[in-house]
């Protein structure tokens, strides 16, 4: 069935260090596919999306390209904030199923 | 943007009670929603589909007749979780067209 993938964490990084957090999926024909972010005590919220191959979502800094060929939507922000620091769900929407990685918790650094 | 609400935000019963909690998709109709479960520090588990009109389909795990849900109409669907437990306190999440609500803390004493 499908499933995400993303890389274990939690990731701490300095304050304006480069981010990247590693997402793959296993799915039969093109999902779309997510970005949700959660902060302490929080909702989920959505933080970018493509539904197609070859698409680039972006937020608030954050970028991601859904890449058929190696079927990856890996995240990535040039330069983070202590703000970014939040756990970060890789997720594919089937027929409005969403579907979640296990998630990556993210520590930024001042 | 679509919005999806839920009610309550936060309960605390006592163990042995039955509790409710609704899912609302407010400017939008959905035939199918979603339910979730998330245990502190861990991921969404997907528990169950909720479609309107006919049974709700429970993933692989997941008690029917423990956490019942029911799809009353285009825009609401509720899940009661009956005689709570502590272990089944936890964070629920509804979602409807790919969107969430704020989910739910359960409490059970």
């Known amino acids: 069935g499908d499933s995400v993938t993303q890389m274990e964490g939690p990731v701490t990084l300095s304050e304006e260090a480069f981010l990247t957090i590693n997402c793959t999926y296993t799915?039969?024909?093109?999902?779309?596919l997510f970005w949700y972010v959660q902060y302490p005590g929080e909702g989920l919220q959505l933080l970018l999306k493509?539904?197609?191959?070859?698409d680039k979502g972006s937020n608030k800094g954050f970028e991601a390209t859904y890449r058929k060929e190696t079927t990856s939507f890996h995240l990535e922000k040039g330069s983070v904030q202590v703000s970014d620091s939040a756990v970060y769900f890789c997720?594919?929407?089937?027929?409005?199923?969403?579907?979640f990685g296990k998630g990556t918790r993210l520590h930024i650094l001042p | 943007g679509a919005v999806v609400s839920q009610h309550p935000s936060w309960v605390i019963c006592k163990s042995g009670t039955s509790v409710k909690i609704e899912c609302r998709s407010l400017d939008f109709q959905a035939t199918t929603m979603f339910w979730y479960r998330q245990f502190p520090k861990q991921s969404l588990m997907l528990m169950a589909t909720?479609?309107?009109?006919?049974?709700?389909?429970?993933e692989q795990g997941v008690e029917k007749d423990k956490f019942l849900i029911n799809h009353a109409s285009l825009t609401l669907s509720t899940l009661t979780v009956t005689s709570a437990h502590p272990e089944d306190s936890s964070f629920y999440i509804c979602s409807a067209r790919g969107y969430f609500g704020p989910g739910t803390r359960l409490l059970v004493l």
């Open positions: 909720s479609n309107e009109g006919s049974k709700a389909t429970y």
């Open positions: 493509a539904t197609k191959a070859d």
């Open positions: 799915a039969t024909g093109y999902p779309s």
């Open positions: 997720a594919l929407n089937r027929d409005d199923k969403i579907i």
